[in-house]
C-alpha cells in the first residue's frame, strides 16, 4: 500500500512538473515539516524519484534527497521568493556509478563523509583545491550516505 502511494506521488509530481513547466513556472518550492523551503530549478530538467522513503531530485549540476516523511508540501511558481535558497551551482556535485564516487566543483579542501546506515562514520576524504575527489566504495555496506557540505546522497549497492 505503501508503495502504491509513493507511486501515485512521484506520478502526479512529475505531472505537474511537466505541466506547471509548460504553463511558465520556473522552479518547484518544496517546503519541509520543520519549515524548511527549499527551490529547485525546472530549466535544469531535474530527475524526481521517489523511493526508499525519500523525495530525491537530480540533475547534472545537483543533487538533493529529502525524507518524503518529512515533505509538508510542494508549489510551483514563476520566481523564488528571495527567502527560499535554491541549490547553487558552485556547491557541487556527487555521482555514483558502478560504486565509484566522482566529487566535483565543491569548494577545495571540502570534508566529505561516508555514513552507515546506523550514523557512523566509515571513512572520511577532503577534496583538493580544485574541489575534485574521487574513491571506490567499501565493500562491507550495502547502504551508505555520502555528504558533502549541504549535500546528501543516500546510495544502495546490489
Given amino acids: 500500500m505503501i508503495k502504491n502511494r509513493l ?27 520543520d519549515g524548511t523551503q527549499t527551490g529547485f530549478a525546472l530549466a535544469e530538467k531535474p530527475v524526481i524519484d ?3 522513503g525519500q523525495l ?10 529529502i525524507p518524503l516523511a518529512d515533505v509538508e508540501k510542494y508549489s510551483f511558481v514563476d520566481e523564488l521568493p528571495s527567502n527560499i535558497p535554491i541549490f547553487k551551482y558552485n556547491e557541487g556535485n556527487i555521482n555514483v556509478k558502478f560504486g565509484h ?7 577545495s579542501n571540502t570534508m566529505v563523509s561516508v555514513f552507515g546506515i546506523d550514523g557512523t562514520t566509515i571513512k572520511s576524504y577532503t577534496t583538493d583545491s580544485k574541489g575534485h575527489l574521487e574513491f571506490d566504495l567499501p ?8 555528504k558533502a557540505n549541504s549535500i546528501s546522497v543516500k546510495v544502495i549497492k546490489k
Fill in 56 to 65: 530525491s531530485v537530480t540533475s547534472d549540476k545537483y543533487s538533493m534527497s
Fill in 139 to 146: 565493500d562491507n555496506h550495502k547502504a551508505l550516505i555520502i
Fill in 50 to 52: 521517489c523511493s526508499l
Fill in 101 to 107: 564516487v566522482i566529487i566535483e566543483s565543491m569548494p
Fill in 7 to 33: 507511486r501515485a506521488f512521484l506520478t502526479l509530481l512529475l505531472f505537474f512538473c511537466i505541466l506547471h513547466l509548460i504553463a511558465g513556472n520556473n522552479f518547484l518550492i518544496v517546503l519541509q515539516k
